[in-house]
């Protein structure tokens, strides 16, 4: 009988969740610096807390979150990076370049965790994606990657279309990088680019509005700027009968025509297992990047009706999903 409640004590031991176990008794404190506002990245945070959860990190018991917000302004980032310095936080979690980087020069110590950014080792984050070496590691978005991918879809929804604007935060180093293969894939699908320049909010409507009767159709790419932004962005290409590509679902749930990249919330819920091995006591420097290996396609049919524009059956049998 003893022996019994024995092996029946340690059964229900190890059916305990490992995670709740290997944390009993630890607590933790997580820097979280956003690059929007607290509301446009809702549902990012919310997918990094829930997973958390699932890991044993629970906020309010065992752990504490220190959020900041840039609100899309990087010229605060430092400062932010610093205050959760000074909050002796145990791990520093962000995303976009300005921020990753602003926060890998104000601690050497403190480990970083980004959740997104499109070229870590061309903007010199990490030494390579298996050995990032240093305090920061994290998700790569392969933003330049997919941009090929991107043009393809404009050019299969617009067959006759031949002028395509491209509008970015021209601060920012991945879309630089971007532009690259943006031109490449371009060239090879019969694109004439126009490529205007945005850094500000106030150069927005200015900037778009330089493209009427200079473009067939919109693509936008992926910054807290533009994603701040994407109602406006949305509003201005409407006025002007421009179809619209994006890289993140948030634009066309805001009206945008279509959207093909990475899920955020899937990468911001798997940064919360980088911060968990961290918390157990792995290197960052050891802990290889990983890539995005979930993509969605979203289509506004909405707003395809409101621009009369067909969407091809073809493209709508591969869409994640369609807003109507």
């Known amino acids: 009988m003893l022996r019994r409640n024995f092996l029946g004590l340690v059964g229900a031991a190890f059916a305990l969740p490992l995670a709740a176990r290997a944390q009993s008794g630890k607590s933790a404190t997580i820097g979280f610096l956003g690059a929007n506002t607290a509301s446009i990245q809702q549902r990012y945070t919310a997918a990094l807390v829930q997973r958390l959860g699932e890991l044993g990190w629970i906020e309010g018991r065992n752990l504490r979150i220190e959020y900041r917000w840039a609100e899309g302004r990087y010229d605060r980032s430092p400062g932010l990076i610093a205050e959760l310095v000074e909050s002796k936080v145990d791990v520093i979690v962000t995303h ?44 790569s978005l392969q933003s330049a ?17 031949r002028r395509l604007a491209v509008v970015g935060n021209a601060s920012s180093s991945n879309n630089v990088m971007e532009r690259g293969e943006i031109q490449k894939a371009a060239q090879s699908l019969g694109f004439e680019l126009v490529i205007p320049e945005i850094r500000t909010l106030q150069d ?26 994407r109602v406006q962005i949305n509003a201005l290409a409407l006025g002007l009968r ?18 093909y990249g990475p899920s955020f919330a899937d990468l911001f819920r798997r940064s919360a297992d980088f911060v968990d091995r961290i918390l157990r006591g792995a290197k960052p420097g050891d802990i290889p990047v990983e890539q995005p290996t979930k993509f969605e396609l979203i289509i506004n049919l909405k707003t395809a009706k409101t621009l009369s524009l067909p969407i091809p059956p073809t493209l709508l049998a591969r869409a994640d999903e369609v807003i109507e």
Not at 122 to 135: D, E, K, M, T
Not at 205 to 228: C, G, H, I, S, Y
Request: charged share 20%; no cysteine; hydrophobic share 45%.
């Open 145 to 161: 990657d997919l941009s090929g991918k991107r043009l393809q879809l404009v050019r299969e929804l617009l067959p006759q279309a």
């Open 204 to 229: 927005i409507a200015p900037v778009m509005e330089t493209l009427k009767e200079r473009a067939d159709a919109l693509f936008v790419q992926t910054d807290p700027l533009t994603n701040t932004n």
């Open 242 to 259: 421009l179809p619209t590509n994006y890289g993140v679902r948030e634009f066309a749930e805001a009206g945008g025509l279509m959207s």
């Open 96 to 139: 976009a370049p300005p921020n990753v980087l602003a926060a890998k020069r104000v601690t050497s110590d403190i480990p970083i965790v980004f959740a997104a950014v499109g070229d870590p080792v061309g903007i010199g984050l990490v030494n390579s994606l298996a050995r990032p070496g240093g305090n920061v590691t994290g998700l």
